[in-house]
């Protein structure tokens, strides 16, 4: 599952979240939405679809702080097996850990404990495979860019097809033939790692805040 995310971590954020594809998908803004649009740039689209802020809903998150959801999430699910916690105290835990970690209280439950789906249909340790993903897709984006040197140009363009027809041949069409690990080495080159994940982090922060020296 960690791989099956990596596609759509891979297509929401990196291509989805990119400049190219921003400058890619204004114009169809401006024409379903003239008025809103009228005097938006490129750049000030990319720039609000990658707001970094904390926030309670994991499914709105940031990339920069997305992970976090995950971890919180994680830690609880630990704790509720080890038999730490009783389910009663999830509510609490919950708000306690997006205090601790997020620097943000939930205002009601709805917002809190209750946004998610996974536990009440008994997805329990589901919620990593979001964070596999995420580093699993940077991984392979690195890759697949040192085979397809036109894919900044192709996704500015609207031209997917190079990317997915890389991701076919490299990952849809291995299936579960293989580990994931496994996959992501022959795809790459290289064993899993986050280096590429955080290396991508770094340089899109530092893109959008001005930060780079």
Known sequence: MGVHESQSRLWENQVGRSKEFCEWALPTWKKYFPEQMKNVSADELWRSVNFVEPSLIRVEADEATYNLHIMIRYEIEKRLIAGEIEVDDLPDVWDDMYEEYLGIRAPNRTLG??????????????????????????????????????????????????????????????????????????????????????????????KLYDLAV
């Open 113 to 206: 404990v209750l946004q998610d789906i996974h536990w009440s249909f008994g997805a329990f340790g589901y919620f990593p495979t979001y964070t596999l993903g995420n580093l699993y897709s940077a991984q392979l984006l690195t890759a697949a860019r040192k085979d397809l040197p036109n894919h900044d140009e192709d996704i500015r363009t609207g031209n997917f097809t190079p990317l997915l027809e890389w991701m076919r041949r490299k990952v849809h069409s291995r299936g579960s033939i293989i580990t994931p690990a496994e996959l992501v080495e022959e795809a790459t080159g290289r064993p899993p790692s986050p280096n590429d994940f955080v290396e991508y982090l770094k340089q899109k922060v530092e």
